[in-house]
């Protein structure tokens, strides 16, 4: 299906709004999601009173100090923690449906229209008339700024649709690691095989680019933070920025990995004075997550195509990966 540039791009638009809420969804939950994945398997592998059947028992001596199960207290701590688990609601992507956090509102269907709700409601509940957070419509306005963007360079084709699934899966991660320091790992896998696949297919980077893109970029960031431990003693970074550079390198080709660290540094200035600005870093010591750079740096490389980096930052590419 083909169709006039302009066309295309209301379209995309539309279709952007649509899959803007939805992300406001995954934003807010896949993290939620984790912690209670995290303490569930916490709570299970505290819970045998003996090791396991084939486990060899040297294994638990280490681990709990000369001990072959857990402490008692640890023990009775898991077994509390695991029945808590049990009391809780399922938590899913698409259950339970959409509430207002402060006063349990469910939301109808005509209260959660893109960016149109949240106008008529002007911003705020429609039952306890809480705000509702300015990020929400502005997730789903980004987005369908880039689905646009993406109708209207390629028009409404398969190669417009998985660059459209390449921002989506970005801003999620944006936004997720500046709310919880978190790269969720199936955000990330799916970002780097998506790529991976679409390049064995001819439509991005040749596939041998796109595999040493990938390669060169989670090695990249592994040595930085290497470096940075043994330097200073500290972690400058977590592994899931590794995984996220590598999904770059897969979609971009190992031509653009120094120009993805160039444009992150971009993205790190302009993000770290607007966070100033607004009080976010008011203390030195608060950590600042390097996923959202990359995660700006993928989607300004987006914004301004190859051709067009290549010419603003030509020193950027000193070689050709084929």
Known sequence: MTGPDWLSAGIGVLLGLLIGSFLNVVILRLPAMMYRDW?????DNLLPAEPAQGIDT?????????????????????????????TLKP??????????????????WFENLPVVSYIALRGRCSACKAPIGWRYPSVELVTAAFFGL??????LTPLALVWAAFAALLICQFVIDIDTQLLPDSLNYLL?????????????VPLSSAV????????????FYHLYRLLTGKEGM?????????????????????????????VGAILGS???????????????????????????????????LRAMVPFAFPLTVR
């Open 39 to 43: 303490l569930r398997e916490a709570a």
């Open 238 to 266: 977590g592994f899931g920025d590794f995984k996220l550079m590598a999904a770059l390198g897969a979609w971009l080709g190992a031509d653009y990995l120094l120009a993805i660290l160039l444009m992150s540094s971009v």
């Open 274 to 308: 607007v966070m100033l600005l607004v009080g976010r870093l008011a203390h030195k010591d608060i950590p600042i997550a390097f996923g959202p750079y990359l995660a700006g740096a993928g989607l300004l490389c987006l914004v301004v195509g190859p051709q067009e």
């Open 212 to 223: 040493w893109g990938a390669a060169g970029g989670y090695l990249v960031l592994w040595t």
């Open 150 to 155: 993406c109708a209207w360079r390629w028009g």
């Open 192 to 204: 780097l095989w998506l790529g991976l696949i679409v390049a064995a297919l001819g439509w991005t």
């Open 58 to 86: 040297s294994l638990w001596d280490l681990v709990f100090d000369g001990r072959r199960a857990p402490p008692a207290h640890l023990h009775a701590s898991a077994k509390e923690a695991a029945e808590a688990m049990q």
């Open 91 to 108: 938590l899913g992507i698409a259950r339970p449906r959409s509430r207002c956090g402060q006063c349990g509102h469910g939301i109808r």
